[in-house]
């Protein structure tokens, strides 16, 4: 096994097929086997929910990520259970249309976004941002994913 992960697209959008390389590429790029993950898409309400009541943050939200790992080195059968990445379709909508880019780089930014969440990359302190948005620009641009 490689790396294990669905998207549970809840009717929400269909145009997605292009994720699965660019996941698999964020996948290959930070050297990760054997995982696995889920996506979920969620509307507004669901989305706001889960960030009030988890987060504290009452507001919508782009993505919200679930990690169930501390540890990278914490494994089930040399399995690592990453966690759910939920990302709000209408929220990524409206994102694309503000920053004038295409849905397909909103929502492939969210779920790398998310993904390396649940890798272990953050973005509270300025140099861990830098890190980690200068590896999202790094895979994208390698997928030809453009603004």
Known sequence: M????????NEMYKDYDYLYEVLDYTLEHE??????????FVGDEEIHEINRSYRKVDRIT???????????????????????IYICIPQMKRQALDYGHSEKRELSFLAVHGLLHLLGYDHMEPEDEKEMFS?????LNDKDIKR
């Not at 050297?31 to 979920?40: M, T």
């Open 2 to 9: 490689r790396n294990d992960y669905v998207i549970e697209d």
């Open 135 to 139: 590896l999202q620009e790094l895979i």
């Open 62 to 84: 782009d993505v919200i990520s679930f990690a169930f790992e501390d540890n990278e080195d914490l494994r089930y059968n040399d399995i690592r259970m990453l966690g759910d």
């Open 31 to 40: 050297s990760v086997e054997h995982a696995v993950f889920s996506i979920i």
